[in-house]
């Protein structure tokens, strides 16, 4: 990822790593070693999330935030805090770090509100659903790390609350390159193709 402006740690690398591995409170240096110790944060935060969160519950700004905290709170100062550096990802350039906070306020109004809980949506209203949430919040890209992943989270969290259990992401890894042009569809409010793609991880 290139990163255009550097505030605070998030723009800093652990000294030793040769730039490959964000400045973290565990002095990590191995690329490896690091997401082996995310990997296994994120089951931990899965567990949790999916023992404390209600079926009827409104997904908020506020709650994705505190799950980013629990699950890289031990790692980076800055987990759970609105990124201050610019990224980009092949070529794609995500919502500018200043914009961040009007369109998470935007996020929330727009998408999380009104689309979520999706208890009592079948199963095309729920793909609806998750796909404009999924796409709006990759595009916003909030936090310096680990976007992807809570993504998915708050997607499988949003499944499961329409009883259709968590989401098979093979498809989407096995064919990046029709998943980003989905997300890259979203920025013209076509949510058509992801909610194809989301139809396929509920279906898999």
Known sequence: MTRYTVDGSEGEYEPGSNALVLKNKLGITDPAEMQEAETELLLDLYTYVFGSVSP???????LIKEWHRKWLGNLFDW???ERSVNMTKGGFLFAAAGQVPQLLEQFERESLAPLTPCYGMDRDAAAVA????HVEFILIHPFREGNGRIARLVADVMASQAGL???DYTPWERETEGYFAAIHAGLDRDYGPMTEWVKRALAA
Do not use: P
Request: glycine share 12%.
């Open 130 to 133: 998750i796909a404009e949430v």
């Open 56 to 62: 009827k519950q409104r997904l908020t700004v506020a």
């Open 79 to 81: 987990a759970g805090e």
């Open 165 to 167: 259990g968590q989401l």
